[in-house]
């Protein structure tokens, strides 16, 4: 039995990293508080958390109702934490909503839980998971970007996807929002910027960061010509390092590799050759965007390690969705 490490509080705890991050908190002896969306017909699964197979867990994990819709809505579980992660986020890649919209949730129900840190009197750090689109989505011609760079707004809306749009714009001006309130009102807020989130998964939902990284697999074609990966386990011991590293502070970049297209057909057809891909003629002729990697030499420096690699992080995720029913 590890030992008991005091309470944290995980926003959105039904996502992908967040389910993820609570079975290591509790595994490592935190008690965890977390945050799930209002179910008022109470349609929603928890098993899959409140079974989580951790010591103690079902004693240490609370799960209180909370939405960013309502920004007063999560003092409750931030209450009496001395740490909060905030994952939570809202996602709309079918513009059902105006991206100005969408942000403003983001933002508003960000700050309110910022705000509710500060009125707990006993939150010493926040942990905000940002994400590699809030980085690398501007005109700038450099093979690899550290935590200097943000995405360019205006270059988001009139250069990419209207389908990334809301997403990217929302990530990238949420985490400028939180980093500017914690310096105003002496709040230690610490950003974690992933890029790829690929590796097994407890949610029930597909994760579309796992899709992506499989579908080639799942044949789709409209695929980057690179990409920047990270294990889902890495992204979740660096949030809990950060968390814990007496000197953190600012912004983290966390993505292991950056690989090229090609790259990843030769890795999924060493190790995987059960599954049918593209040949490699139909691949050359794919003109999608490049994009920059991103740079982890920061959240290195400060003493984290990763521990997985690119076959490990596809094989994982290949095995998780055939136990799922997805492959």
């Not at 929302?170 to 309130?181: D, Q």
């Amino acid at each position: 039995m590890e030992e008991d490490k005091g309470t944290v509080c995980v926003t959105g705890g039904t996502g992908f990293i967040a389910s993820w991050l609570i079975k290591r908190l509790l595994e490592q002896g935190y008690s965890v508080r977390t945050t799930v969306r209002p179910d008022p017909e109470n349609k929603r699964d928890l098993n899959f958390l409140t079974s989580l197979p951790a010591p103690g867990a079902a004693e240490k994990l609370k799960i209180f109702t909370a939405d960013l819709s309502d920004a007063l809505s999560f003092g409750a579980a931030i209450k009496g934490s001395k740490g909060v992660f905030h994952v939570a986020t809202p996602v709309d890649f079918e513009n059902k909503e105006p991206e100005e919209i969408v942000t403003e949730r983001a933002i508003s129900g960000t700050l309110g839980i910022l705000k509710a840190c500060l009125k707990s009197g006993t939150v010493k750090r926040v942990v905000y998971t940002s994400s590699a689109s809030a980085v690398v989505c501007n005109d700038q011609d450099v093979g690899m970007m550290d935590e200097s760079f943000w995405t360019d707004v205006d270059f988001v809306r009139e250069k990419l996807n209207p389908n990334l749009t809301s997403y990217m714009i929302s990530k990238t001006l949420t985490e400028k929002a939180a980093i500017e309130f914690g310096a105003q009102h002496g709040l230690e807020v610490v950003t974690v910027i992933p890029s790829f989130v690929v590796g097994p998964f407890i949610c029930p939902k597909f994760p579309g960061s796992v899709r992506s990284a499989l579908a080639l697999i799942l044949g789709d074609t409209t695929v980057p010509l690179n990409a920047s990966m990270v294990h889902v386990d890495d992204v979740v011991r660096a949030h809990i390092f950060l968390l814990e590293c007496p000197d953190a502070q600012g912004r983290y970049n966390c993505s292991s590799v950056t690989i090229s297209l090609q790259q990843m057909v030769d890795i999924i057809s060493a190790n995987h050759p059960n599954f049918r891909i593209p040949p490699a003629e139909s691949l050359a002729e794919i003109k999608g965007h490049k994009y920059p990697g991103l740079s982890s030499r920061k959240l290195l420096d400060a003493g984290f390690e990763f521990n997985y690699g690119v076959e490990e992080m596809l094989g994982d995720a290949i095995h998780c969705c055939k136990e799922k029913g997805y492959l």
